[in-house]
């Protein structure tokens, strides 16, 4: 009897010539690309997939909250729940202090509250015939969501991180607030990421660095510009070289404007936070949602690995909100419906920022 082959459309995406990852942290993505999760789902879901391997993202901090950590602590979270090894250095004198305050992952019940409209996700009306080939590849962007542990967990904020997470793995923690230099620093760099080599045949398990307002005024180098140039050009070549991710948080009002940009034109992932102020009312009157909303995201590079095309983000502009007050979520801002008008909100533009009468709403 002859077999019968399988015809494959072209518009199915041919998951066995994708190779599967053994670790559960781990997603495979085009052009060879392999992302591991930033710990927060919309985020991975803006960037493409996460952050990925052998990139350096960098985040701009805010003078009038530290958002910033919000995202350091979910990136942080998400690696440890992975068994992911872990570099966390801190301006503060016990680094090891902060790992108390690192969320935990909600529960099944908690999680329910997060289901998503597919329909609404793509933002498309698709042929029904059509789409299976897209739940495919949906398929193969969430493997691990019915595992223990996903791909990319909702964190709870008021819960903290389980203690055998952080005792059962190999997590380095370094105070930068006495170092006079940073050859220490970047010797701790380099040692941890021997444990990562870059081999194509086989991925080796994921690293994470985490570094906290890297020219923090406690630093005794933080007025050294061209020596912490030099160590962010030293660490990305290293990161380059090795299945990890390096997150920097820094304040760049204390840079020069100079080297702001410079620091800035390192970043293969670029990101800035900034507070919302509780009493602005030409703020509220612009944006719906306004009461809910904590701060602002705003996406100003996605890293470009193993390809030449530029990314393109429907908007790069996103809300940072608190769902019941403990788990974090971004959404697309929205302009405020003008008065007269119907009640429906209105899309953003490209940049995902409104406008008014004055000018453009800038971030």
Known sequence: MATTKSRTSSFSRNLAAVPSSTNPGLKYGPN?????????PDLDKILGGGFPLGSLVMVMEDAEAPHHMLLLRNFMSQGLVHKQPLLYASP????????????????????KSRI??????????????????????QQSFDSNRDGKHEYCNDFDLRKPLERHFLSSQHIDCVSIQETQDLAALRNRCATFLTQFPRNDGNISPAGRIAIQSFCSPQ???????????????SLRSMIRSSNAVAVVTFPPFLLSPSFSRRWQHMADTLLSVRAIPDEDKELAK??????????????HKVARINTQVPVILEATTFSIKLRKRRFLVLECLN???IDGSSGNSYGTSATCSGTSKSGTLDF
């Open 32 to 40: 060879g690309t392999i992302f591991i999760s930033s710990g927060i």
């Open 92 to 111: 503060s004198k016990d680094p090891k202090g902060f790992l108390g305050t690192l969320p935990s992952p909600g529960s099944a019940k908690d999680d």
């Open 116 to 137: 998503r409209d597919p329909e609404q996700e793509k933002g498309l009306r698709i042929a029904w015939q059509y789409k299976k080939y897209f739940d495919e590849h």
């Open 219 to 233: 630093c005794e180098y933080s007025n050294m510009e061209w020596d912490m140039l030099s160590f962010i050009r």
């Open 286 to 299: 612009l944006l719906t949602g306004y009461q809910d909303m904590v701060g602002l995201l705003n996406v």
């Open 335 to 337: 302009q405020a419906p």
